[in-house]
Structures are given as C-alpha cells and as structure tokens.
C-alpha cells in the first residue's frame, strides 16, 4: 500500500464538498478504491469516504462483519458507493453513538434517520438502489456526510454526549447500539 494519511478533524479537507466521479474508465479509480478498503483494514474502520484520505471525489467504501455481542450491528458485505444520493423513508430519526477515523479516540451519540432508501453506481458505473435501516443506514449516513464535509460531531444534539471514549465506556455511558469499542465509521 502507498503512503496515506487519513485526514483529521481540524484539517480544513475534511469541510469541502467532494466532486461526482464522471469517469468510470479512469484507472486511477479501482486504485483509490482498493486503496480505501486497505486503509480501512488497517484502520478498522467500518465506513471509509474518499475525502478523509485528501482525496476530493464522492466516493465511499464501507462492510462490516457483525459480532455476537454487538447483535445491533449487523454484517454489512463490503460496498462501493460513487456519487450516492441519499433520501429520507420517513421521518424517524434514531440516536445511537458513533466514531470516526478522523476524529480518533472520541465517540458521540448522533440522531441519524432510521430508515433511508439510497441510489449509486458501484466500482463500474452501474448504478444501483438500496433501502436500509437502523446500523446500515447509520453507516451510509456517516459516510456521505463526509462527502458533503460534515462531521458527526457537527450532528450532535448535545455535546455532552460527545467525549473520549474511554472516558464514556469506562462510566457504562456506551449504551445504544455503540460499536465495538475498536471500530469506527
Ligand atoms: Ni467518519
């Protein structure tokens, strides 16, 4: 893997709106894209947007393989999204606490809605359409607020639910469907 950095919070990359991809024949493109499932490995990260490695491009790659003892979290099979658009199904919105891989050691409890219906194009350009609720539509939520320069912490309704982790899970505040301490979006 070439060098990366995954960008942090702070650094003023992460607040720029990403351009659409408009060409599918780019080879530079499955690169980025191998690229950002590599650094999520490593990273263990569940969600990964193209912005957080200083790469100006609206694209997302996210999977997740659920735990046992995190039944709220399920397996999420490893997804390309390109220029996704995403659309509220209702207007329920759930709080459940999250991380990022740019805002390292903290997690915050973040309203996001419960169910979404989203539309894409995968690695190839063919364009695709999913619903999703509850982790998956935390995840893809997360994920493309990235593309538009959001922060989760920008989405926080009280900031005393945003703190270090190991502060919030050593005084049993990790509650609501909160990732395994190790993950982050
Ligand atoms: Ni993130």
Redesign the pocket.
Known sequence: MTEYAVLRMGDPQLHRVAEPVTRFDDPALPALIEQMFAIMRVERGV?L?AP?IGVSLRVVVFAYASRADFPDCETLPPTVLINPLVEAVGEEYQEAWEG????PDMRGLVPRLRRIRYQARDAAGTPFERNAHGFHARVVQ??CD?LDGI??PQRIRDLRTFGFLEELAGSGRLTHGALPCED??
């Not at 990022?100 to 805002?103: D, E, G, H, I, M």
């Open positions: 969600g947007a957080q990022c891989l740019s805002v997360h994920e990235h922060l989760y982050r979006y």
